[in-house]
């Protein structure tokens, strides 16, 4: 297994496993912390967030909110040899605190136990899966009015968001870029 480390925060230098072969593309170091600045400066702020963080593949990014000060994380994968890796992190941490996972499809979520104050989308790129997976997000009631949206796309990748969400900014980093969108509840969707 390959591995990532965890940047900043109260796990910093921890390192995760992540599993062999293209199931898994990890969220590079550099990316990741400038995705955090970000996060950190931002409304709603990460130490007041609720995180959750779908395609969550070795949990880089969800246990990253959690060292930095997230409260409570929630990680949503289906894939099982990522599913294997990312129990493997969260059994080798310290303490997980409100680390939840929830192995599952993440375009097809249900009802929501929970509204969210920032998620994080990562999934496999050129699979035109993040519009589908927004939707679900707003059926079920996945994300508070407001809610800060962030997709990881190819840098190049084409997207427009659904009905409900609006783009805020965008920034290229490498082989990837970052969508930074908004959640408005649209009319006839469900949401909190």
């Known amino acids: 297994m390959r591995g990532v480390r965890i940047i900043a925060g109260a796990l910093k230098g921890r390192r995760l496993a992540v599993p062999q072969g ?14 955090f600045s970000i996060l950190e400066h931002g409304e ?12 969550a593949g070795s949990g880089a990014v969800g ?3 959690f060292s930095r000060g997230a409260p409570e994380v929630l990680l949503v994968e289906s894939e099982r040899e990522a599913l294997a890796a990312l129990r493997a992190n969260l059994d080798s ?3 997980r605190g409100a680390i939840r996972l929830m192995a599952t499809d993440a375009t ?3 009802a929501a ?5 920032i998620a994080f989308l990562d999934p496999p790129y050129r ?3 993040a519009p589908t997976t927004l939707e679900s997000l707003a059926a079920g009631g996945w994300l508070v009015p407001e809610a800060r949206v962030v997709v990881e796309l190819a840098a190049r990748e084409a997207f427009t968001p659904p009905a409900g969400y609006g783009i805020e900014d965008q920034r290229r980093y490498g ?8 959640y408005q509840k649209a009319s006839g969707l469900g949401g909190s």
């Not at 293209?22 to 995705?35: G, K, M, N, S, Y």
């Not at 702020?45 to 395609?55: I, K, P, S």
């Not at 082989?175 to 908004?182: D, G, I, N, Q, T």
Request: positive net charge; hydrophobic residues 45%.
């Open 22 to 35: 293209d199931a898994v593309r990890p969220t590079a170091d550099r990316a990741r912390e400038a995705l």
């Open 44 to 55: 709603p702020g990460l130490r007041e967030a609720r995180f959750l963080d779908l395609f």
């Open 63 to 65: 246990i990253e909110a």
């Open 93 to 95: 941490l310290p303490h």
């Open 108 to 110: 097809r979520l249900g």
């Open 113 to 117: 136990p929970r509204a969210f104050d």
């Open 127 to 129: 699979s035109g899966l």
């Open 175 to 182: 082989s990837c870029r970052f969508v930074f969108l908004r």
